[in-house]
């Protein structure tokens, strides 16, 4: 028993190592849509407009604004608070947003629901369970200072194989996971990257370099020439609710690996079958070894599993004739009550100065 204090008061202290980060940005690009023919931007301006500028309380009105971007009108309204979203077709209605701290979401994130969300949800447009667009975009600031986090970054989401095989999403047509023949091109940019950090280099050279080299896949370095890197892996979140815990997961991810002061080694953590790949909708890969391998990746990050457990592959969390769901059958081994009970005794250990 003293052992397992003792182990516990050591997780709870931290490195003494650890990368002094800026705050980190987020930018979300949220896809809705009516349905796979039906996509009228007019009818969805006219509402946003209406709520956000003809409803609101003097002093509370959003400001309208009007531009061209890549040949296709992108609206944006911007909020009394600051922050703001644009709106252009892509697909179904994409919304993309100020990029923000995961605390300034969490502060505005019940305006952001209202104006998005639901004013969408009103003319009929909802993000779509099956279909690509929930991308996440992360500022580049931290990791152009850093770039050892930014190769262990790399290289986390790339053992974490389950993330863009079922948890965040299983898009092999948009957002390909790496095991689909394209780990090659990532092994050579984190090649590049160990290189520079060994023996020195020219670290904007070496992203211009591969700037291109993984689009398409589940994550990006430098899209389009800015400075952010692009998960696009990840299905449509169902409601701003969704998207903050996801960045606030990421967050803390980040700020867990800046602990590290080595190369973190490659090494996939779940086994990929490609015999089970039928269809886009079954990832190939053992349900219960990507549970258990992304629960470590949330306890890893001090973050509490009951705030990432609703938005992992649905067919996962279904009932299918009868029987328990992926989900249930995880969550009722020894291994999860295990991790959980210590999960617990860590956080009472922690709220009592231990």
Known sequence: MKG????????????????????????????????????????????????????????????????????????????????????????????????????????????????????????????????????INIDMANFKKHLLLLRNFVVDLWNHNELFMGIFNYDFQNAKPYELGLTTNLKQVVAAMDKVIKDGGDFNALLAAHRYGLYGNSFNLCRDNEDRIELRGVRPQASMDVWVRQISLLESRIKYLATFDTLIPYKPRVPWDFDLQRNEYNPPIDPQEALKSFYVYVDESRQDWTDHRDYIWPQWTWNIDGQPSELEKFEATAWFKVRQARRKCEKFLGATGW
């Open 4 to 135: 397992f204090i003792l182990f516990l008061v050591l997780s709870l202290s931290g490195s003494a190592w650890a990368i002094q980060l800026e705050p980190i940005l987020f930018g979300p690009e949220f896809n809705i849509s009516k349905s796979a023919t039906s996509t009228s931007i007019e009818l969805v301006t006219e509402r946003l407009v209406k709520h956000l500028i003809a409803d609101q309380p003097p002093g509370s009105e959003f400001v309208f604004l009007e531009e061209n971007s890549v040949g296709a009108k992108r609206n944006t309204l911007q909020s009394p608070n600051g922050w703001w979203f644009s709106w252009y077709p892509d697909g179904g209605i994409e919304f993309n947003m100020k990029p923000m701290t995961v605390a300034e979401y969490k502060r505005y994130k019940d305006d952001m629901q209202d104006a998005i969300f639901v004013t969408a949800g009103n003319e009929g447009y909802f993000p779509q369970l099956w279909r690509g667009g929930g991308h």
